[in-house]
């Protein structure tokens, strides 16, 4: 219980009073002070009373008009307050709280104000939900006061309703190798992590993509059919997502872009991460370069915050960074090799592979991707299953990202986003776009010949399926991989 000013003032009434009749030796205003006193005492016990009776008789609901809801998105929030007396109470109003990632429009008043004759009354709102995640809506403050304005009491009402808040969907999602979709579900990877080793789980069919180390050679040539033995992790195995968010991956369709479809990739390993409970990490590259980093850990805190960090990416607009290159420290090659070319000599890519073998560390101007994972820290480069999430608007530099990241992971996965399916302006010529497209293709598969390095393409099915329409019969059926 608070007292206010009123009380107070009241309360400088009495004493006034009681200096009075002592100095003007006047029985009759010590009498009034002692009356008035009587009086702020039974106020006081009526409030108390008055309090207790209305927390059993107040009703606070609190509904939204859905459980889940995708970011952006408006719903219907309503505050309802009832007492159920037959006769009057005091007077109250119960405040909702909104949660900080629940945007609601200026103006409309969230208290709803019960008079002392009124059995219930409500308040409907709109809130738009800005960040994925689950939520809950906190208990509303009910605020109760007595007819004299003497005192006021507050006090929290039971939590609303949960709200699930997704990122938005971009509809059908094509994840394959040249043009053939992916059967098995995004997330789901072999177990070859080196945690706790390995150990032998069933036999099943090659399908294009897995590594040739782990083909059964015996069950092959037993079966006349090329057949991979599947290996499940004794342990835990630690997933890193590397996602790219630069300039280029917000070419497309507002709200179907490169990143967009990216998201829904990673998306799907945070989610596949967090059921097995494997270590999960990120680092998110901007054109400036690193924009955040987190190493992987098998933690909820870990995973909500990959979430959060993948769906609130926005497509940098930011200068790319130029720093200057530094020579090699060991190998000598500076000079007798461009690793930044779009295309490789035989010797320059062993070269290359040499001088990155013994240990060099070289940043390589304009390209924020390979510098990027190369100043990560150890936890993030040596993890089991890396996850790269970019486009193919630089060859080179994913090239080299992923010599990188082969180097030190255990598994590298890349997904990438042609940037043909995203072109739309240029669909309406489909001879241009399926060479456009085979280029890419061609790019793609020299690295899923990496081995333990596997390359998919992510991109809206419509678009890929309509550039695959221009090319040889039956091309999306068989695929290039």
Known sequence: MRVTRRFWLTLTAVGSLLVGG???DSPLLVVGAVGLTGWLLAMQFAFVRGVSQLRDDLTVTQSLDRARVQTGAETTYTLEASVDTAGDHLPLS???????????????????????????????????????????????????????????QSFATAPGPEVLVEAPSVGPIHVGQGG??????????????????????EIRKYVPGDALKYVDWKATARL?????????????????????????????APGNTKLEHLK???????????TTRDPLGYVTIGDAGVTETRVPVARTEAYRSCQHRI?????????????????????????????????????ETVLLAYRDATGSKRHLPNQPLYN????????????DLLVICTDDSSPSELRNTVGQARRNATEVVVFITPSVAFDTDRLTDLDTAYE??????????????????????????????????????????????
């Open 180 to 201: 053939k979709q992916l059967l098995r579900s995004v997330g789901e990877h072999d177990a070859r992590g080196r945690t706790g080793g390995l150990s032998a789980e």
């Open 264 to 274: 829904s990739v990673a998306a799907a390993f945070q989610q596949r991460a967090e």
């Open 372 to 383: 990027g994972l190369q100043t990560a820290p150890h936890e993030i480069r040596s993890a």
């Open 22 to 24: 002592g100095v003007l």
């Open 94 to 152: 119960v405040e909702t709280e909104i949660p900080l990632v629940a945007q609601m429009e200026a103006g409309p008043d969230s208290t709803v104000t019960l008079g002392t004759s009124m059995q219930s009354s409500s308040v409907t709102l709109p809130l738009t939900w800005e960040t994925v995640g689950e939520y809950t809506i906190p208990g509303a403050t009910a605020t109760v006061s007595d007819g004299t304005g003497l005192f006021t």
């Open 224 to 252: 006349d059919e090329a057949h991979v033995r599947n290996y499940e992790a004794e342990g835990n195995r630690s997933v890193v997502l590397v996602f790219d968010h630069r300039q280029t991956l917000g070419d497309g």
């Open 311 to 347: 769906n609130d990416l926005d497509a940098n607009a930011e200068t790319p960074a130029t720093a200057p290159a530094t020579a090699a420290a060991t190998g000598r090659v500076t000079g007798a090799v461009n690793p930044a070319a779009d295309t490789q000599s035989p010797m």
């Open 436 to 481: 456009r497209y085979r280029t890419f293709d061609q790019f793609r598969r020299e690295l899923n010949e990496i081995d333990s390095v596997t390359a998919y393409e992510v991109g809206p099915l419509d678009q890929i399926s309509t550039i695959l329409s221009a090319g040889p019969a039956n091309t999306n059926q068989r695929g290039y991989a």
